[in-house]
Nanobody, 123 residues
């Protein structure tokens, strides 16, 4: 059974950092594009960052550029989202996703999803 499991979410003060992890089981991530998406209350799910199978990353949200970084460790079958200088507007449920082929910001093009992890940025 193909599964993605996120971890690392929580409550953090503005300006703080968190690292989200997403571990895969049932398949190897080597040949998949991997993405992080987020969904805030009342808003549509949006693509945040994507990393291709060749380790090329793409950011889909201008506000996270320079603050968030996506990386992958194929040996651990895990993808990470390092989030620094967090802002209150980063509060959302964060999801990891995997797909064959190239990266897309459109969440409907992604076939495999984790269950999500809550990130709350608040003082």
């Amino acid at each position: 059974q193909l599964q993605l499991v996120e971890s690392g979410g929580g409550l953090v003060q503005p300006g703080g950092s968190l690292r989200l992890s997403c571990a895969a089981s049932g398949f190897t991530l080597d040949y998949y594009a991997l993405g992080w998406f987020r969904q805030a209350p009342g808003k549509e799910r949006e693509g945040v960052l994507c990393i291709s199978s060749s380790d090329s990353s793409t950011s889909y949200v201008d506000s996270v550029k320079g603050r968030f970084t996506i990386s992958r460790d194929n040996a651990k079958n895990t993808v990470y989202l390092q989030m620094n200088s967090l802002k209150t507007e980063d509060t959302a449920v964060y999801y990891c996703a995997a797909k064959t082929g190239r990266c897309y910001s459109d969440y409907e093009r992604w076939g495999y999803w984790g269950q999500g992890t809550q990130v709350t940025v608040s003082s």
